[in-house]
């Protein structure tokens, strides 16, 4: 028996390569799911290709830079379908930005989406939760492998230091959010997917230029999947995946 059936999951950057590899995963499962995305255009194609598939999606335009947009979000959720069981912080950006030369603005931006929108949806989440009183949800972050902080900073594959530095604040938050709930006796999970280099918008055209080997975005959801369908006393933290031969 499929044990995601019928829930309700919530995934940010619904139409970027790995979110919407996840979302197809996710209702082809039979999920009901919340696609987020500041581009509906992306996001109409995407609820047309998966109209037949067991599941539901539900295209909702939010970008994380904005709390009100957030807000909104979880109202809407709230409403029309009750509540959250799992949140896939997948959104993220990749700004080109240097520690010498780089402009404030495209430091504060990657901040602002990598860590602090995602802060701040996770806990809205994590709120409407407990408002319902729900204690086996699940919170997926979709780290990078260059987030944890025991790797090298040196790589074969382009690197912002926004980008870095954004990854590896996310690894803390997403191990002192698991602490804290434990240390509540909570049984929601949380979990980090870490991949390494993965063929998306970002990375195609430097794959042209530069032979390497590189993930699916499908691998990426297959491991998400993976980490959503253990047992409710199974937590995987980390899943870490990367093509074979990288360096990092």
């Known amino acids: 028996m499929n044990s995601l059936s019928n829930k309700i999951a919530i995934v940010t950057g619904a139409c970027s390569a790995i979110g919407k590899a996840i979302v197809e995963e996710l209702v082809l499962k039979g999920l009901k799911v919340v696609g987020l995305s500041s581009d509906m255009n992306k996001l109409k194609i ?90 086996n949800g699940c919170i ?55 991949p390494g280099l993965v063929e998306t918008e970002i990375t195609q055209q430097w794959l042209k230029e530069n032979s390497r080997l590189a993930l699916k975005p499908k691998d990426v959801a297959d491991a998400t999947l993976y980490s959503l369908q253990t047992p409710e006393y199974v937590l995987i933290k980390d899943l870490i995946i990367a093509p074979i031969r990288e360096m990092i």
């Not at 930005?97 to 404030?104: D, E």
């Not at 987030?147 to 002192?176: E, F, I, N, Q």
């Open 140 to 194: 997926v972050n979709i780290n990078d492998i260059c987030g944890l902080k025991w790797l090298p900073l040196a790589s074969d594959r382009p690197l912002s230091p926004a980008y870095v530095c954004s990854k590896s604040a996310l690894a803390s938050l997403t191990d002192w959010l698991r602490l804290e709930l434990a240390q509540n006796e909570s049984n929601i999970k949380v979990i980090s997917i870490c």
């Open 46 to 135: 995407l609820v047309d290709e998966l109209k037949d598939k067991p599941g539901k999606l539900y295209p909702l335009q939010c970008d994380l830079s904005f709390p009100d947009e957030i807000e909104g979000v979880l109202e809407w959720i709230e409403k029309n379908l009750g509540s959250v069981d799992i949140l896939i912080n997948n959104d993220g950006v990749s700004l080109d930005w240097s520690s010498i030369n780089g402009g404030i603005q495209e430091l504060k931006k990657s901040l602002e989406i990598n860590v602090l929108g995602l802060s701040c949806i996770t806990k809205k989440v994590l709120q409407l939760m407990k408002n319902k009183g729900m204690d």
